[in-house]
Nanobody, 114 residues
Framework: QVQLVESGGGLVQAGGSLRLSCAAS????????MGWYRQAPGKQRELVAT???????NYADSVKGRFTISRDNAKNTVYLQMNSLKPEDTAVYYC????????WGQGTQVTVSS
């Protein structure tokens, strides 16, 4: 069983920055592909970014050049650095761990005001 706990969300003005963190329990963190997803009101959950156990990254087109995903295997933590935030980035952001099974965190709210 893997537990994921997100932190770092909040309210920020457009153009600002936030860094999300996701701390994972369990011993499989270094083997898992970790990801960030988001869900805005009335919309489906969508991929934001993923990072494999070999540090290969993938980003949604809408966040390329603005967001950076990284991981620290020694701390069992994955990060999402979000710069140049836009109002359309407003959503609940979820952490995901994928290794044989999918695990999700409870989500953290990010609100970007115009």
């Amino acid at each position: 069983q893997v537990q994921l706990v997100e932190s770092g969300g909040g309210l920020v003005q457009a153009g600002g920055s936030l860094r999300l963190s996701c701390a994972a329990s369990g011993s499989i963190f270094s083997l898992a592909t970790m990801g960030w997803y988001r869900q805005a009101p009335g919309k489906q959950r969508e991929l934001v970014a993923t990072i494999t156990n070999r540090d290969n990254t993938n980003y949604a087109d809408s966040v390329k050049g603005r967001f950076t995903i990284s991981r620290d295997n020694a701390k069992n933590t994955v990060y999402l650095q979000m710069n140049s935030l836009k109002p359309e980035d407003t959503a609940v952001y979820y952490c995901n761990s994928r290794f044989r099974h999918d695990y999700w965190g409870q989500g953290t709210q990010v609100t970007v005001s115009s």
